[in-house]
Every structure is written in C-alpha cells, then in structure tokens.
T-cell receptor, first 110, second 112 residues
Framework: KNEVEQSPQNLTAQEGEFITINCSYSVGISALHWLQQHPGGGIVSLFMLSSGKKKHGRLIATINIQEKHSSLHITASHPRDSAVYICAVNSGGGADGLTFGKGTHLIIQP | DSGVTQTPKHLITATGQRVTLRCSPRSGDLSVYWYQQSLDQGLQFLIQYYNGEERAKGNILERFSAQQFPDLHSELNLSSLELGDSALYFC???????????FGQGTRLTVV
C-alpha cells in the first residue's frame, strides 16, 4: 500500500511570498494529483502529473519519479490561495482510486 | 463548477437507518469514484465503477454498496448506519479508467 506524506502540515505566510508544499510517496505510481480544498469543503483538481513539470497561472507542480517526490509551488501568494492542499497518487498500473496525503493547511495573511 | 453533481448536499439520519447518495458524473466521463472524508481518517477511496462495472475496491465496509447505472449515474448505499459513518462523501469522475478526477461538492452525512 502506498504511503503518501506531505509537509508541512500547516503553513502561514504573508501575501506575496513564494510557497512550497512537498509530497513524497513510498511505492511507484502511475500518476500524482494535487488537489485544493476550500473551507466550504469542495475539492478542485489542480494538476495531474506523471513526469516533469506543469504550470497553471501562479501554480507550478513538479515531480521526480526516481526520488518519489513532488512539489507544489505558489508564486506571488494571495489570501485567496488559503486552502488545504492535498497530494494524492494512483498506485496501480490499472484502475484504482486515489491514495491521499493528510493535506497542508495554508493560510496567506494580507 | 466541476460538472459533477451530488445529491443531497446534507443528510441527517439516525443510527441503524439506510441512506442513498447520488452522483451524476461529468458528461462523457465513464469512471465514477466514491470517497469518504472523516476527521480521523482523512480522505479514503471507497469504490470505483467504470462504464457500469465495478473496477476497484478500497476501504468500503460491507454495510456499504454502490452501483453505476446505464446512464452512468451512480448511487452509494449506506446501511445500518453508525455514528462513525458521519463524514463527507465525495463522488469524482474521470474520462477513462485512470485520469484527472473531477470532484462533486460532496454530501455531508450526519448520523445521530
């Protein structure tokens, strides 16, 4: 069973700061997902990665398959980025559900 | 709006009862996943259906069952409810067997 670890668990930063959230997993994967969950509870998919790097607006996600590690970066952070960021992986070669990390609770102060 | 619709949004019921949660996937998505989010266990995968067939099972209790209908909507049935079943239940869908998952807004179940 894949173990997904995220760090930090909690992060408070000032508006404008560069944010990095890390994710490591224990077993080879077919894909890694970064999700965002706002206080209302809804979950939004930010990225799905199997290699390299993806960028969307101020968000960048990278993955190193050999090191079993991924990072989510937020540039020029803003209070609206405050949310829980969750790393999740597909472990199987075929169909399977996601295995989730415990999430990183991010607060961006104005 | 992800395009995934879950009903109801909130549900309060008594221990021992049975409830049904409903999910309509995004148009064109063939996979439906069910997840449970509780305070102590976090997010956990329950079950996946693909084009009407059960595809993968996670930590789904025997008291729980699901199905996907020919129109691709899915239902999660929870029976003999216990206080510990109180949680947020999410449905997600994707185009293929494995792919980017789009989540519904969730059903918050409270068992009293």
């Amino acid at each position: 069973k894949n173990e997904v670890e995220q760090s930090p668990q909690n992060l408070t930063a000032q508006e404008g700061e560069f944010i990095t959230i890390n994710c490591s997993y224990s077993v080879g994967i077919s894909a890694l997902h970064w999700l965002q969950q706002h206080p209302g509870g809804g979950i939004v998919s930010l990225f799905m990665l199997s290699s390299g790097k993806k960028k969307h607006g101020r968000l960048i996600a990278t993955i190193n398959i050999q090191e079993k590690h991924s990072s989510l970066h937020i540039t020029a952070s803003h209070p609206r980025d405050s949310a829980v960021y969750i790393c999740a992986v597909n472990s199987g070669g075929g169909a399977d559900g996601l295995t989730f990390g415990k999430g990183t609770h991010l607060i961006i102060q104005p | 709006d992800s395009g995934v619709t879950q009903t109801p949004k909130h549900l309060i019921t008594a221990t021992g009862q049975r409830v049904t949660l409903r999910c309509s996937p995004r148009s064109g998505d063939l996979s439906v996943y069910w997840y449970q989010q509780s305070l102590d266990q976090g997010l956990q995968f329950l079950i996946q259906y693909y084009n009407g067939e059960e595809r993968a099972k996670g930590n789904i209790l025997e008291r729980f069952s699901a199905q996907q209908f020919p129109d691709l909507h899915s239902e999660l049935n929870l029976s003999s409810l216990e206080l510990g079943d109180s949680a947020l239940y999410f449905c997600a869908s994707s185009v293929g067997v494995v792919g980017e998952a789009f989540f519904g807004q969730g059903t918050r179940l409270t068992v009293v």
